[in-house]
């Protein structure tokens, strides 16, 4: 049971290049996120998926957009990086109870740097 | 919004010791409580939540308490060990919410 699996682990690009990162969970889980975390700010919340066929801001929102493919993917996508977005970027998965809104299961990261 | 402070920054004790780390909210909505600990360079792991229904909820040496009146909440860890060093952050977040108030985190060291 892999649990939550992004790729790619790594990535440098350069300022104004686009890419998707890419999420999977295979515990059948109804939402996911995305954070981001950068030194001294703790997790932030880029975007999230409460059910399939739904996407909704977070609290960071601005140059990133989402998609959620299917119920098991749900892909970030940064389409003009900026060095502001240098950062850890974590997926996250839960099964979406009303009181279990909240993240349950993350991935290993993705460690993004914007040069 | 609700805001979230978390206390200490830094937490130095010696294994077998106890450690406490404290946080306070500011929204009285609130009521659903997760703590998560990250080891350095590895992803978060929920350890443990507590909801508003409840006083305290304990899991082996780890346990959390929640003062709804004072709008405060703790993780305990009892007889610490070097594998707790980790950044410990706690959450609120109101029943229905999908976007949690994180706290900024708390190094544990546990000196052997």
């Known amino acids: 049971n892999a649990g939550v699996t992004q790729t790619p682990k790594f990535q440098v690009l350069k300022t104004g290049q686009s890419m998707t990162l890419q999420c999977a969970q295979d515990?059948?889980?109804?939402?996911m996120y995305w954070y981001r975390q950068d030194p001294g700010m703790g997790l932030r919340l880029i975007y999230y998926?409460?059910?399939?066929?739904?996407?909704d801001k977070g609290e960071v929102p601005n140059g990133y957009n989402v998609s959620r493919l299917n119920k098991r993917e749900f892909s970030l996508r940064l389409e003009s990086a900026a060095p502001s977005q240098t950062s850890v970027y974590f997926c996250?998965?839960?099964?979406?109870?009303?009181?279990?809104?909240?993240?349950?299961?993350f991935g290993d990261g993705t460690r993004l740097s914007i040069l | 919004g609700e805001n979230v402070e978390q206390h200490p920054s830094t937490l130095s004790v010696q294994e077998g010791d106890s450690a406490v780390i404290k946080c306070t909210y500011s929204?009285?909505?609130?009521?659903?409580f997760p703590w998560y600990k990250q080891e350095l360079g590895k992803r978060p792991q929920l350890i443990i939540d507590?909801?508003?229904?409840?006083g305290e909820k304990k899991d082996q040496r780890i346990a959390v308490t929640l003062n709804k009146t004072a709008k405060h909440f703790s993780l305990h860890i009892t007889e610490t060990q070097p594998e707790d060093s980790a950044v410990y952050f706690c959450?609120?977040?109101?029943?229905?919410?999908?976007?949690?108030?994180f706290g900024r985190g708390t190094s544990l060291i546990v000196h052997p």
């Open positions: 515990m059948n889980h109804n939402s």
């Open positions: 998926s409460a059910s399939e066929g739904t996407t």
């Open positions: 507590i909801r508003s229904n409840v």
């Open positions: 929204d009285s909505a609130s009521n659903y």
């Open positions: 959450a609120a977040s109101r029943g229905g919410s999908y976007i949690p108030t």
């Open positions: 996250a998965s839960s099964d979406g109870t009303y009181l279990s809104n909240q993240p349950q299961h």
